[in-house]
């Protein structure tokens, strides 16, 4: 079992930057991928970023490459998301997620197992 909160969401003008947190606390942490999803109602869940094991392999949707960053501190039981440049459209509610999920279903929400309460990002145009 293992139960993920996060923080750091904030809001912010565009151009600027957060670093959102997932803390882990249970069993095993580090033997998961741990991903960022993000979701308002109303609109699907859209993967995010995800790295995986031992942090030497790190995924992103295209529309956050080079401007968010993923990383992870096992020893600690937290990962980070690096955000830079936000952009309005980065505006959502934040969730981490833990899981095994295969390398081709890393992006697919099903395939982890615990989830985070999320955190808010507003960014104003």
């Known amino acids: 079992q293992v139960q993920l909160v996060e923080s750091g969401g904030d809001f912010v003008q565009t151009g600027g930057s957060l670093r959102l947190s997932c803390e882990a606390s249970?069993?095993?942490?580090?033997?998961?991928?741990v991903s960022w999803f993000r979701q308002v109602p109303g609109k699907d869940r859209e993967f995010v970023a995800a790295?995986?094991?031992?942090?030497?392999?790190?995924y992103y949707t295209d529309s956050v490459k080079g401007r968010f960053t993923i990383s992870r501190d096992n020893a600690k039981n937290m990962v980070y998301l690096q955000m830079n440049n936000l952009e309005p459209s980065d505006t959502d509610i934040y969730y981490c997620?833990?899981?095994?999920?295969?390398?081709?279903?890393?992006?697919?929400?099903?395939?982890?197992?615990?989830w985070g309460q999320g955190t808010q990002v507003t960014v104003s145009s």
């Open positions: 997620a833990a899981g095994r999920p295969i390398l081709s279903a890393v992006r697919d929400g099903g395939m982890y197992l615990y």
């Open positions: 249970g069993q095993s942490f580090s033997s998961y991928t």
């Open positions: 790295i995986r094991v031992s942090g030497g392999y790190t």
